[in-house]
């Protein structure tokens, strides 16, 4: 049990200090092409809608396999 733990916590603390780490970097959006070297390491902006396709799957799979 506590090695769950630890791998989700793990898992939980790359995620915040990559997030963390993005959140410093210039945009590439706001500077034009100046800002190439310093991108970011995770599109947000995909991760975000694949986490949105994941849940919606989700609950999809949940109401087909509750109503059997």
Same mark, same amino acid.
């Given at each position: 049990m506590?090695? @769950? @733990? =630890?791998i989700i916590l793990g898992a939980l603390l790359l995620v915040v =200090?990559?997030?963390?780490?993005d959140s410093m970097q210039?945009?590439?959006?706001?500077? =034009?092409? &100046? !800002?190439?070297t310093r991108r970011t390491i995770v599109n $947000? *902006? &995909?991760a975000a !809608? *694949? $986490?949105d396709a994941l849940k919606r799957r989700a609950?999809? *799979?949940w109401i087909?396999?509750?109503s059997k």
């Open positions: 506590q090695m @769950l @733990l =630890g =200090g990559v997030y963390a780490y210039t945009s590439t959006v706001a500077n =034009g092409q &100046v !800002a190439q $947000w *902006d &995909v !809608a *694949d $986490w609950h999809d *799979d087909r396999l509750s």
